[in-house]
């Protein structure tokens, strides 16, 4: 008798190396696996949601703080005049 589930002795990723499959996962690098246990994939997508949130939360954050340090700069050259960057 076979099973049409693959066993999570056959997905051969221990439990602890599953944050590090998630963000190869949500930066692109690694594909989502189709054939694991729903418990296992499951797992695996709540933290690929979790690295994909982080990794948004960054991206906004770094363009908030560029766009803060760019409106600082004007200010600056507003209040002082143009400054030489020679």
Do not use: Y
Not at 20 to 38: H, K, M, N, S, Y
Not at 40 to 67: E, P
Request: aromatic share 2%; glycine share 2%; charged share 25%.
């Amino acid at each position: 008798m076979t099973s049409d589930t693959t066993n999570v002795a056959q997905v051969n990723v221990p439990r602890e190396r599953l944050p590090d499959l998630a963000e190869l996962i949500a930066t692109g690098v690694a594909p989502i696996p189709t054939d694991w246990p729903p418990d296992l994939l499951s797992s695996l997508l709540d933290l690929v949601h979790v690295a994909r949130h982080r990794r948004l939360m960054q991206f906004i954050a770094c363009a908030i703080a560029s766009d803060i340090d760019r409106e600082k700069r004007s200010s600056m050259e507003t209040k002082h005049g143009s400054i030489s960057t020679r």
